[in-house]
């Protein structure tokens, strides 16, 4: 917060540290966009500019909604959100493929984006309701169970594994957080282990393939394989200091493929080296912890758990992303956020950071209040 | 779980604080291993993926080295390099949604075959690898697509070189030719890229073949900046090419174009050395290919009529062809006698054969009575034959074998056949059978198992007329290594050329080839090999059922400078066939304007030089398969 007598209270009450760092984030990202285009602004770094300013813009008008409308929007949200995924489903089947948007028209809405948000708001929302001394009972766990497995079937289904993984994970980071047994949470990992050779079974050939490869990528360098290989190649030869901006022959060249949406920090780390990429991953890390403070000084149970779950939204996109560039975990096809190219995780992002501001300046206002 | 107290609001609160700082230790903690994954990526690894993406980054088009020249004794170019017109294709040039290939091939006036060996290769390529569609065309083809270049996108008209054989034919054996390489020699340079450019060729045959490390040179590269899908961004420094080594033959240019014509349309091998140093002056087997048009790559018809010749014109003769060494071994059985202490002052009534066993052996005369000399001046079987059986079979024998019949020279010819020379131990290793009469009658007389090639056919006379032990050489940069006298004695060896110089100058077997030079004699041998046991010697009817002619001669007789072998396959009598060959070939040496006097009407008689006859022969047969050059 900056206090100067010459900017006016509201401004001067946004959360401005976040915006400068956030800005930050998606200012190198257009950067790195603008080199990945081969210097031009055209066709990614200027939409991606007007898609930023656009959601930043939405994001601090959402700041001052207040944490009862939140409430009160929460569930309808939900429902909305699910009906879409059905939607979508449906329209798919009749497509004869996979169908991941709903076109509006003026609009591509892809409501699997929606969800991440809506399904923290959502569990924190239910934990709230549900009494202290009964969230060790079956009662508390198995509505969440269903609130939170019916989109990610869906979302499988549609095939969406990146995000249906990233809807789980918010989803169980909120139930962890609201105090459920540990068995609930260390019986899963077990179950997976015993049942990752079925679910195996059952994946999508594409999906499967990544597995396989993602397990030994050198195995198929020209095929499957390719993508972590030549993105590990554009990282490591990035080396200290980067080739220097617009130098990075990797994506300029095309060796690197989506070096401009998933594999966005490959292109950046290959320009400019473990610098900027460890400079980034800071970046990342103070407005995870700046999520993370704000829920850990929530004065409401539904605020400390919605703003823990945004965070860890946040989280899960940069980590997943970064494992999945660096060789750690399959290509999943998660995005970085604001920087990659383009408009859905922006969105998705920046709700999560406007219903965070939100959040925030509600508990200023309570603490100048009481 | 189990505990009875009842969870409150605060007991909610810490284990939220718990969870909450475990999460954040959590979040931590891959931060912390994503961190240290990049730092693993780009320090402990950065020189393995710097590689990696130079290599990405970077293709190297191999430019291909000029072909070293091969000259002769006297520095004259016998393979060069010529400047050529290739058409190429560009593929990543090419327009989108446009064939142009039915143009270029009716500019260039392609068969079909090659219209669908240029579609085979087009698919197959890389982007920027260009795609060869012709070499050798013509100026005015070259000219053609040049001015239409605006109008086809991604074709090239390159000027490059081709290798030429100036003498043609009259040295296919000796050098052999140059191709593109066959998958086989690409496997077996581990897929050396610089096989695979268009219009690259490797030597296939011959002395090409042998000196290829020598020829071929170090290839330069142009080095270029491409993108993954082969589009060429930009050009880098290239590295410089280094040209093959000039390699110098012992041969005489003049002397091997010479020989070759001399030949006539006859088939047969000949062979000349230097009786100092050992060094092949010539090295002719006819008739033979023209190597240039299989540098370009042959055509079926010609293919197919050098295939149908019964003269074999794609066999080399001077290393590969094995024949009896008929009369021409005698030389070396009386030095095998004289060793052996064989007066050779001791008659010998001819009668015009002996009696072997119970076979009688009839001789082509009766010599009448006749010393060492005069039964080499005559040739006179029946005179071997008794000397033969009155001295060791093993001793003679081994001491044909010392002169060259039957040996292996370290050449650099790729396969050579050496035949054999047999003897009596030879004899009962491979046939399990005793040594009798009949073959020291046989061997004295260069038949029977007898089988030597036509470069043996010249050191035998180089080591007698020089009395070194002669090794034949072909490259000038081999090492001179001193040369021992042959184990003779010296008294022995002038007995054996004075017979030898009976032979052309007394009133020998060959009188009619004496040297048209004053003061210059030659001295030499005939020999008549028969083909079929069965048929009467002489002249047949029949090609192929006529015995070869042999000669072996060296000159001067009185101070030997040159020898020279020759074997003329059919050609009848020694005497009549090879002899002349041989003189006229030796005269060259000596007087080339008296020798290319002689060829002229020669020449004249057989309807033009040899190129000139090799061009008509190759029309008349295309006209007769009924093809044409589309």
Sequence with gaps: MITSAIIPKPLARLPWRLIFLVAGIAGFGLLVLYSAAGGSVQPWALKQAVIFVGFLGIAIGMSWISEATIKALTFPVYALTLIMLVGVEALGFVGKGAQRWLDLGFIRLQPSEFMKPAIVLTLARFYELVPAGEIRKWRAIWPAMLLLGVPAVLILVQPDLGTCIMVVLCGVTVMFLAGLPWWIFAGPVVAVAVAAPIAYNMLHGYQRKRIDVFLNPESDPLGAGYHISQSKIAIGSGGIWGKGFLQGSQSHLDYLPEGHTDFVFATMAEEWGLVGGVLLIIAFGLVIRWGMRVSASARTRFSQLAAAGLSATIFFYVSINLMMVMGLAPVVGVPLPLVSFGGSAVMTVMLCLGLLMALERQQRTVSTLT | ?630
């Design chain 2, 1 to 630: 779980m189990n505990r009875p107290t009842r969870l409150t609001v605060a007991h909610q609160s810490i284990t939220f604080s718990r969870r909450m700082l475990l999460l954040g230790g959590a979040q931590a903690a891959v931060g912390a291993v994503l961190v240290g994954r990049l730092g693993w990526l780009a320090i402990a690894q950065n020189q393995k993926y710097q590689l990696l993406s130079e290599s990405n980054r970077v293709q190297l088009i191999p430019v291909p080295p000029r072909r070293g020249w091969i000259i002769d004794r006297a520095g004259k170019p016998i393979a060069i390099n010529r400047a050529s017109f290739r058409v190429d294709i560009v593929p990543q040039q090419m327009e989108e949604g446009r064939d142009i290939v039915p143009e270029v091939a009716r500019l260039l006036a392609l068969t079909l075959d090659d219209v669908d060996r240029i579609r085979r290769d087009l698919h197959a390529s890389r982007g920027f690898q260009p795609v060869s569609v012709a070499e050798n065309v013509t100026y005015e083809q070259y000219a053609g697509i040049t001015v239409r270049l605006p109008d086809l996108p991604g074709v090239q008209a390159t000027r490059g070189y081709s290798r030429y054989y100036p003498d043609g034919p009259a040295v296919a054996h000796l050098l052999g030719y140059v191709g593109a390489a066959n998958a086989k020699e690409y496997e077996a340079e581990k897929k050396n890229p610089l096989l695979i450019i268009p219009g690259f060729k490797i030597g296939k045959q011959g002395l090409e073949k042998s000196l290829e490390p020598y020829l071929r040179g170090v290839p330069g590269g142009q080095r270029i900046e491409v993108t993954a899908r082969g589009k060429l961004v930009k050009e880098l420094d290239p590295k410089p090419d280094r040209s093959g080594q000039t390699v110098q033959l012992t041969i005489d240019q003049g002397l091997q174009q010479y020989a070759a014509r001399r030949m006539g349309d006859q088939s047969g091998a000949l062979v000349a050395m230097d009786v100092e140093s050992g060094d092949i002056l010539a090295f002719v087997s006819m008739p033979a290919f023209d190597p240039n048009s299989f540098s370009e790559g042959i055509g079926q018809t010609e293919w197919k009529m050098l295939s149908a010749n019964d003269h074999i014109p794609l066999l080399n003769k001077v290393s590969q062809g094995l024949y009896p060494s008929g009369s021409t071994i005698k030389p070396a059985m009386a030095l095998g006698f004289l060793k052996q202490g064989l007066d050779p002052n001791r008659k010998f009534y001819c009668s015009g054969g002996i009696q072997i066993g119970n076979r009688y052996f009839r001789d082509d005369a009766a010599h009448g009575a006749v010393d060492m000399r005069s039964a080499i001046e005559h040739s006179c079987n029946a005179y071997f034959w008794a000397m033969g059986l009155k001295t060791n079979p093993q001793q003679t024998t081994e001491m044909v074998n010392y002169l060259g019949y039957g040996q292996q020279f370290d050449l650099p010819v790729p396969s050579q056949r050496f035949g054999t020379m047999p003897n009596p131990k030879w004899l009962e290793e491979k046939y399990h059978r005793a040594w009798q009469g009949y073959d020291t009658a046989n061997t004295s007389i260069g038949q029977g198992y007898v089988l030597i090639n036509p470069l043996q056919l010249a050191v035998m006379p180089a080591r007698i007329a020089s009395g070194k032990l002669l090794q034949p050489r072909l490259l000038m940069a081999g090492k001179r290594k001193p040369v021992p006298a042959l184990d003779v004695d010296s008294e022995h060896l002038k007995i054996i050329r004075e017979g030898m110089a009976a032979v052309v100058n007394g009133g020998g077997t060959a009188v009619a080839s004496k040297l048209p030079l004053d003061g210059i004699q030659m001295a030499g041998k005939t020999g008549t090999a028969q083909v079929f046991r069965l048929v009467a010697r002489g002249h047949q009817g029949s090609w192929a059922l006529r015995d070869h002619a042999l000669f072996i001669a060296f000159a001067p007789a009185d101070k030997p400078r040159y020898a020279i072998g020759c074997i003329i396959e059919h050609g009848g009598f020694g005497a009549s066939a090879a002899a002349p060959v041989v003189r006229d070939s030796m005269t060259y040496l000596f007087d080339k304007e008296k020798a290319l006097a002689a060829l002229a009407p020669l020449e004249q008689q057989w309807g033009g030089s040899l190129a000139e006859r090799n061009a008509r022969e190759l029309a008349a047969f295309k006209a007769a398969a009924g093809t044409t050059t589309a």
